[in-house]
């Protein structure tokens, strides 16, 4: 029953149909959103797809580090469609934005949407021509008038540290993660971090940094796994740290499996260093 109120209300808000209309159209689809919106649509009930209303889902995540290896840039850019997530124009522009985080580490995205163009480049990309008064908001509006989807500056990190910070991405783009450790010049080691974060996707850098109230939860859990198989109550305890090993084994970044070598952790390839902080961001 709450499953189909929350049907009904996801309905109601993508076709801007009545909710009598809405119940009649998702029986009829047997529960599909999409077949439900076609056929409150064929009635000439539903609106047609506002752009400003669809999900962004596709899009390219950049990464970048200062020259001195102290700060990285981190930002993911949507678009609707993989297929202008790989078109020029996007791609051109992306790449401007990141270049304005790195010069202009605005505080926040509102403060990033009023930055003018006007000390940026003189086109995006091609022939395409760029006015230097528009704000990085106005353009991102224009070019998604321009190319019929919607688009969106979802989010942006900066990334800083007295000793080392190194970046990676993966898939295409679909991934990228920043990673910063505590001693300077160790871009090498930082880079392999970084990778290990983009392949392991970790919660945590150490055990320490989990909350206690998850820990509870996963004993919790634990627990009554164990009592449902009949395992012994002396035994519950030990059975138990075995598992919080597990789990931290797979949660939190220095107790990884180096993924470069099996037979080592994380913190086995980090020695003396100490990895301080790291963003990972995926599509």
Do not use: W
């Not at 910070?165 to 993966?170: E, L």
């Not at 990673?179 to 850098?205: E, F, R």
């Amino acid at each position: 029953m709450e499953n189909k109120s929350r049907l009904l209300k996801l309905l109601r808000e993508k076709s801007g149909a009545g909710m009598a209309d809405c119940k009649i159209a998702l029986d009829e689809a047997g529960g599909e959103i999409e077949k439900a919106i076609e056929i409150l649509r064929k009635k000439g009930i539903a609106k047609a797809a506002k752009r400003s209303d669809r999900e962004a889902g596709e899009g390219v995540i950049l990464v970048d580090t200062n020259k001195a290896g102290n700060e990285g840039y981190i930002l993911e850019m949507n678009s609707e469609t993989d297929f202008v997530a790989r078109n020029e124009q996007f791609k051109g522009f992306a790449d401007l934005v990141l270049k304005i985080i790195e010069t202009k580490k605005p505080k926040s995205q509102k403060e990033l949407l009023r930055i003018k163009l006007s000390d940026y480049m003189v086109s995006l990309s091609g022939n395409t021509p760029l006015n230097r008064e528009e704000t990085v908001g106005e353009r991102l509006a224009a070019l998604s008038g321009t190319i019929g989807e919607k688009l969106e500056i979802k989010k942006y990190d900066i990334l800083s540290s007295a000793g080392t910070v190194a970046c990676y991405t993966h898939a295409g783009g679909r991934i990228g993660v920043l990673a910063a450790l505590d001693k300077a010049g160790q871009s090498s080691l930082a880079y392999n971090v970084a990778m290990q974060i983009a392949a392991a996707n970790p919660k945590y850098i150490k055990p320490e940094d989990v909350s206690p109230g998850e820990i509870a939860k996963e004993k919790e859990i634990y627990r009554a796994q164990l009592l449902k198989e009949g395992k012994p109550e002396n035994m519950i305890d030990k059975i138990i740290a075995g598992k919080l090993n597990k789990f931290y084994e797979e949660v939190c970044l220095v107790k990884q499996e180096y993924i470069k070598d099996d037979k080592k952790s994380v913190e086995d390839i980090l020695g003396g260093v100490k990895a301080e902080k790291f963003v990972r961001y995926s599509l």
